[in-house]
Every structure is written in C-alpha cells, then in structure tokens.
C-alpha cells in the first residue's frame, strides 16, 4: 500500500477513518449482555502517518499517536491494531525510547481519574483488559488528587470491572523488581468524593 508520507507533510495528522479503528477497542460481541448490549462510544485516533492493510485487518499509526474513545484516552509513537476472524480486536502501543505510553481512564460519576504509564501497552478486546509493560505505574485519583499506586513490570487493568493484577520482575517501576502498592484509606476516599460532590453542588447553585 502507499505510505500516507508519500502523500502528506510530515506534520500532517491524520484521522483514522478506516473501518477497523471504528471498532478498535471495542469489546467482543460475545461479552455484550443479551438482553441489551451498551452503546459503543466512537473512536477518533489522530497520528502522523496510518498504513492500512486490508487483508491482515491490520492498522499501524505512527508518530504523536492521541487515541480517544469515550472517557478514555492513549498516547503513544506507534500503535498497532488487528481483528481476528472471529472480530475480537487486539492493540499493541509502544513509546521511543526514553518516553511512556500514557493511558487514562475517567469516572465522572465519582471524581476518579485513572492513569496509567509503561515502556508497552497491549489491549486484548475479547477480554476488556490493558496491560501496561515496563516500568508500569496506575495512580487512581480522586478529585484531582492520588490515592492508590501501583508499580510493577506488568499491570493489568479491567476497563469493565475496575480491577487490577500486578506482576514483579527485573523492569519493575518499584525497587529491587518487586510489586509496590500505596493504598489511602477508604475513609479518606470518601470524604474525597463527598467534598467534589458538595462543590459540584455549590457551582450549579450558584
């Protein structure tokens, strides 16, 4: 296929506007509910360069990757996108060397903000989860302020169930390559919560 830099500036961004990253992310269909399946938030990936290839379903964009689907935000170099032949869709993002892949996560409806950093991002569709590998860290915040932390050399993050996994190992982000995790008391939490929601209200009274 051409490359896209064939055709453009270097600075130009390009829209993904390609079926795949339509539903890139998108869970798989079978772990919709039956009754009533959740609305897809769209997807808008901005890059400097996309090589599509429809015959391996795969999308490869590079430099100044912003994807954003929904609530949910990644920032990469390069992203690697591909569909199985069963629809599950798989990501793979990795950063240059000496910077991070970021992705956050938002909860408006309880002030939390989730963000997490690593060498390596891989998303499994089929199964809702983001691992980030190499020198990983998940903050959780609260009202703008953190409140949980996770380092590892791998964590993994359920987008559906808002549970993590963390493993050890010699590129952990805590020392001696083992697991570190700082946790606030859910008092504190609370009272977190409860003063946005009392601020939320002052603002809307006003």
Same mark, same amino acid.
């Given at each position: 296929?051409?490359?896209?830099?064939?055709?453009?500036? +270097?600075?130009?961004?390009?829209?993904?506007?390609?079926?795949?990253? !339509?539903?890139?992310?998108?869970?798989?269909? /079978?772990?919709?509910?039956? /009754?009533? +399946? !959740?609305?897809?938030?769209?997807?808008?990936?901005?890059?400097?360069?996309?090589?599509?290839?429809?015959?391996?379903?795969?999308?490869?964009?590079?430099?100044?990757?912003?994807?954003?689907?929904?609530?949910?935000?990644?920032?990469?170099?390069?992203?690697?996108?591909?569909?199985?032949?069963?629809?599950?869709?798989?990501?793979? !993002?990795?950063?240059?060397?000496?910077?991070?892949?970021?992705?956050?996560?938002?909860?408006?409806?309880?002030?939390?903000?989730?963000?997490?950093?690593?060498?390596?991002?891989?998303?499994?569709?089929?199964?809702?989860?983001?691992?980030?590998?190499? %020198?990983?860290?998940?903050?959780?915040?609260?009202?703008?302020?953190?409140?949980?932390?996770?380092?590892?050399?791998?964590?993994?993050?359920?987008?559906?169930?808002?549970?993590?996994?963390? %493993?050890?190992?010699?590129?952990?982000?805590? +020392?001696?390559?083992?697991?570190?995790?700082?946790?606030?008391?859910?008092?504190?939490?609370?009272?977190?919560? /409860?003063?946005?929601?009392?601020? %939320?209200? /002052?603002?809307?009274?006003?």
């Amino acid at each position: 296929m051409t490359d896209l830099r064939t055709l453009f500036a +270097p600075t130009t961004r390009l829209l993904g506007a390609v079926l795949l990253t !339509a539903s890139v992310f998108a869970p798989a269909h /079978a772990a919709e509910p039956a /009754a009533k +399946p !959740a609305e897809e938030p769209s997807t808008l990936i901005l890059s400097d360069t996309l090589h599509y290839d429809d015959v391996k379903k795969q999308s490869v964009f590079t430099g100044n990757v912003n994807m954003t689907r929904g609530l949910m935000t990644l920032t990469s170099d390069t992203l690697e996108m591909h569909e199985d032949a069963q629809g599950g869709q798989y990501g793979t !993002a990795t950063a240059n060397k000496g910077k991070v892949v970021t992705i956050r996560q938002e909860r408006p409806e309880t002030f939390e903000l989730i963000e997490g950093k690593g060498l390596r991002a891989e998303y499994d569709g089929t199964k809702s989860t983001f691992d980030l590998i190499g %020198q990983a860290v998940v903050v959780r915040y609260v009202c703008g302020k953190p409140f949980d932390t996770i380092r590892g050399e791998r964590v993994r993050y359920n987008e559906k169930t808002g549970t993590y996994e963390a %493993q050890g190992g010699p590129n952990s982000a805590a +020392p001696g390559g083992r697991v570190r995790s700082v946790s606030e008391p859910r008092a504190k939490s609370d009272a977190a919560v /409860a003063e946005c929601r009392k601020q %939320q209200a /002052a603002k809307k009274g006003r």
